[in-house]
């Protein structure tokens, strides 16, 4: 589990490095938003996402769930004082638990 306390810590909401258990290279990396952006960006995830989310990557035996055809939606918002805000909204396909076959390999 990340360590939220420390001030001016980046934190990613992921655990390891590589995006699979199987070692895969990484070979790019892109930020949207994040806390090195000036703009105010948000994520709301309600208690039943994450719990449905959770039972997914609970039924697996690598502890993790798989969402194919992941992407953000960007929502522009501007409240009546006039502050402008954007928030994003993870999409995907119906989230999976991750399979591993007995080679090791990620299993679409």
């Known amino acids: 589990m990340p360590n939220l306390s420390i001030p001016g810590q980046i ?10 258990s199987s070692g895969d290279t ?5 930020t949207i938003g ?3 952006c000036a703009d ?3 994520m709301m995830l309600d208690r039943a996402t994450l719990r449905r989310l959770l039972e997914y990557a609970e039924s697996s035996l690598s502890g993790r769930v798989v969402l194919h055809g992941v992407g953000f939606k960007q929502r522009v918002w501007r ?7 954007q928030t994003l909204s993870l999409v995907s ?3 999976k638990p991750e399979r591993v076959g007995f ?3 990620v299993e679409p």
């Open 103 to 105: 080679s090791g390999v």
């Open 26 to 30: 990484l070979l790019g990396e892109t």
């Open 11 to 20: 934190v990613e909401h992921s655990q390891g490095a590589s995006g699979t």
């Open 93 to 95: 396909q119906q989230p």
């Open 40 to 42: 105010d960006v948000r």
């Open 34 to 36: 994040g806390p090195l």
């Open 79 to 85: 409240t009546k004082t006039g502050h402008v805000y």
